[in-house]
């Protein structure tokens, strides 16, 4: 079986500071998500990509940018983190065109912004 | 071992019928939540539950944190109701953890 990686697992910046959350797969998966879970709130999506050097927006793109260099790794950088914001963030991956798609998630990056 | 599994993997339900799905941890999680994921890949928050029950239009989940279970019920299904469910767990460290997810189809 497959695993997806993200690194770091905890993220403390300062406020202002550009922040990047990196992301692997080994399921050879087409496509890639980046989620950002609020506490007491479900995941919203900020980027995806279909393939490699793919990028689409999702719905809460705006202040974070996203890079897929290649199949297997997706990052996201925080372009200004903002004051107290604490928020884990969330990679996923999935087959493309896949009749039962499942996606598979990473084990997540919690930031804190002091 | 994994610390959610989901059951069951897939589902079939007939309009207007009813069934559960249930996910079960193997350590006790801090509060469970419920997803739903729509045609674009995100997965719609149901429930968000730290103890009890809530219910929603014909959903209905429960979380036990002391028994270590959650169940997502499903009442007079329709159509639309087909897609993937995720329950998953917060952990005490704030991690996320995903069941595999249950495959829904609700047929005429």
């Known amino acids: 079986g497959g695993i997806i990686t993200q690194t770091p697992k905890f993220l403390i910046g300062q406020e202002g500071q550009k922040l990047t959350l990196k992301c692997q797969q080994n399921?050879?998966?087409?496509?890639m998500y980046w989620y950002r879970q609020d506490s007491g709130k479900g995941l919203r999506l900020i980027y995806y990509s279909i393939t490699e050097n793919d990028l689409q927006k999702g719905d809460l793109s705006e202040g974070y940018d996203a890079s897929r260099e290649k199949k297997s790794s997706f990052s996201l950088t925080v372009t200004s983190a903002q004051k107290n914001e604490m928020a884990v963030f969330l990679c996923a991956s999935s087959i493309r065109g896949g009749r039962a798609e499942t996606l598979y998630f990473g084990s997540g990056t919690r930031l804190t912004v002091l | 071992g994994d610390q959610v599994e989901q059951s069951p993997s897939a589902l079939s339900l007939h309009e207007g019928t009813g069934s559960a799905l249930r996910c079960n941890f193997t350590?006790?999680?801090?509060?469970v939540q419920w997803f739903r994921k729509n045609s674009r890949g995100s997965l719609i928050n149901l429930f968000y539950?730290?103890?009890g029950t809530k219910e929603n239009g014909r959903l209905k989940s429960a979380f036990d944190s002391k028994e270590r279970y959650s169940t997502l019920h499903i009442r007079d299904a329709q159509l639309e109701d087909s897609g993937t469910y995720f329950c998953a767990a917060e952990t005490g460290s704030w991690q996320l953890i995903f069941g595999s997810g249950t495959q829904l189809t609700v047929m005429p």
């Open positions: 399921f050879n998966h087409d496509t």
């Open positions: 539950l730290a103890s």
């Open positions: 350590t006790t999680m801090r509060a």
